[in-house]
């Protein structure tokens, strides 16, 4: 494991361990697997007309359709605090806690920014995309009509 200097949010406390901070270095931000599987069952379905991570436009969706106004985010069940399957670490849980709740207002506030802008709003979950990534592409197309 590389030592890799990274900076922190004054909020947060020092990692529990270098393997933990290491680990959560290597967790992406953009191009996950649950966004990459769900773009090309959206490409495979015919529904092409995307763009990624488009800057200027509130909250930087994950896939913008701008000729429908349909901003789409894939929401990770841990970061974004799956009411399912989130289960956050026991290691520094007040600060996991917050953090949590922190995301959901972000998430919040974006959609509202996007639908005060005009746009539509979906928001798919990393378990929607796992479990039935074919209803999860229905269900886009049907928000493009």
Known sequence: ???????RDARS???SSAHASYNMSRNRAKDTGPEVALRKA??????????L??????????ILYPRAKLAIFVHGCFWHACPLH???PKSNASFWH????????????????????????????????VED??????????ALR
């Open 1 to 7: 494991m590389a030592d890799r200097e990274y900076t």
């Open 13 to 15: 406390p020092p990692p």
């Open 42 to 51: 959206l490409w495979a379905a015919g529904l092409r007309g995307y763009r």
């Open 53 to 62: 991570h488009v800057a200027g436009i509130p909250g930087r969706p994950d």
């Open 86 to 88: 989130s289960r956050p």
């Open 98 to 129: 917050e953090k949590f709740a922190r995301n959901r207002e972000r998430d919040a506030r974006k959609v509202a920014n996007l639908q005060d802008a005009g746009w539509r709003v979906l928001t798919v979950w990393e378990h929607d995309i």
């Open 133 to 142: 990534l074919p209803a999860v592409v229905r269900s886009v197309k049907k």
